[in-house]
């Protein structure tokens, strides 16, 4: 049976080594401060809010709200974008996405200054992934796939890692993230041929392609650490699964990610890791 790969471990253990550094900041007069942009009342960005709160409780984190109703206009919103940027006792900003459709999503990423871009949706953000350059920051979930191989002790450097999914969130940046690790990535997606058989070559196999059963047992083996990213809502189930067969996969593989319980415990924890870091560099 395959060892489960839990998150809050991970994400509690993270959150003890950041509020070391809010401590330390503090001494120093410098409190570090998420600002979170919300439009409208999604229930995922309520749940997901929830969460960060919490997680910015734990660790010290100062946290200001922007919410704006979701019929607001582009002009609101920007403008909302522009006094997070212009203070400089707001170091980090969550901007909840996806954003409504009368809104111009682009822009108002590209309006959001790097420095300040703390779940990595900005450009510069995305440059300072690919090139590994302390650019604002890789994406939240991408990067807590390595905080959570990390944790438990998986050695990266030389290993054959497959990803699949190539989406800008997380199937791209945690290929580059795990190459900086030194492993070697595969990327695949829903239409690799024989996807199950490239999945079966790896040694780490990351899932996020967003669709239920993209990995089954047929695309595993023994031996295999499987971190799945995926969440979605199995209406014949009535439950939240992931991309990955659970139950089909458990008996197969060495460690494995349940969903819920496993890699989106640890995002929130990278955020406040990412909130505290970017309050570090401002006042370098």
């Known amino acids: 049976m395959a060892k489960e790969l839990l998150g809050l471990p991970v994400a509690n253990a993270l959150t003890e080594q950041v509020a070391e550094r809010v401590r330390a900041l503090k001494e120093h007069g410098v409190e570090p401060t998420l600002a979170i942009l919300r439009v409208g009342e999604r229930a995922d960005d309520l749940s997901y809010e929830r969460g960060a709160l919490k997680r910015c409780e734990k660790a010290g984190v100062a946290v200001r709200r922007y919410v704006l109703d979701e019929g607001c206009t582009q002009e609101e919103l920007m403008a909302s974008i522009a006094q997070i940027n212009a203070d400089t006792s707001i170091h980090g900003c969550l901007m909840f996405r996806p954003l409504p459709a ?80 030194n492993a070697t990535v595969t990327m695949c997606h829903t239409r690799t041929r024989d996807l199950a058989a490239t999945c079966r070559e790896a040694e780490i196999l990351v899932v996020a392609a967003g669709h239920i059963g993209t990995v089954g047992a047929d695309a595993v083996a023994p031996g295999q650490v499987v971190v799945d990213v995926g969440i979605n809502w199995d209406e014949a189930a009535g439950k939240l699964v992931g991309d990955v067969d659970y139950a089909a996969c458990v008996p197969v593989v060495d460690a494995i990610t349940p969903v819920p319980r496993g890699v989106g415990s640890v995002t929130t924890a990278v955020l406040v890791k990412h909130v505290v870091e970017a309050a570090a560099r401002a006042c370098a």
């Open 102 to 181: 009368t809104l111009d999503e682009a822009a108002a990423c590209a309006a959001l200054d790097p420095s300040k871009d703390v779940d990595g949706i900005t450009q510069g953000s995305l440059y300072g992934v690919f090139a590994q350059q302390p650019v604002g920051f890789a994406p939240c979930t991408a990067e807590a796939c390595c905080e959570l191989l990390d944790h438990y002790g998986y050695d990266l450097t030389g290993a054959r890692v497959c990803v699949v999914g190539r989406s800008l969130v997380i199937g791209k940046p945690v290929s580059m993230l795990l190459q900086a690790r």
